[in-house]
């Protein structure tokens, strides 16, 4: 059983930046695709961002929504244990609970592909 503590939201101002972390319990974290999902009040828990294996196993690649390209950066540094999502130039719209997720599929953008839920950390965007 893998458990993820998410950590790092809070109040920031339109335009501002904020870092997330979520550490893993598991020692095999290395291996998983990890994720960052959020959820805005009313909606649908949505994909953001994810950062997986390559095939051969050498390298790590990672792939964002949209909405967050070129604002979002997903990364992990696995002698911690723990993954990170640099959020620059936020705004209004990212408010949201983020939660990080451990799955095994690559590249999955699907809620059902994540075995392993984190609670959660509120991020609020507003001046």
């Known amino acids: 059983q893998v458990q993820l503590v998410e950590s790092g939201g809070g109040l920031v101002q339109p335009g501002g930046s904020l870092r997330l972390s979520c550490a893993a319990s598991?020692?095999?974290?290395?291996?998983?695709?990890m994720a960052w999902f959020r959820q805005a009040p009313g909606k649908e828990r949505e994909f953001v961002a994810a950062?997986?294996?390559?095939?051969?196993?050498?390298?790590?690649?990672?792939y964002y929504t949209d909405s967050v390209k070129g604002r979002f950066t997903i990364s992990r540094d696995n002698a911690k244990n723990t993954m990170y999502l640099q959020m620059n130039t936020l705004k209004p719209e990212d408010t949201a609970v983020y939660y990080c997720?451990?799955?095994?599929?690559?590249?999955?953008?699907?809620?059902?592909?994540?075995?392993?839920w984190g609670q959660g950390t509120q991020v609020t965007v507003s001046s």
């Open positions: 950062i997986s294996l390559s095939g051969d196993i050498t390298y790590y690649t990672t």
């Open positions: 598991e020692r095999t974290f290395s291996t998983y695709t």
């Open positions: 997720a451990a799955g095994f599929s690559p590249r999955a953008v699907a809620t059902t592909s994540y075995h392993y």
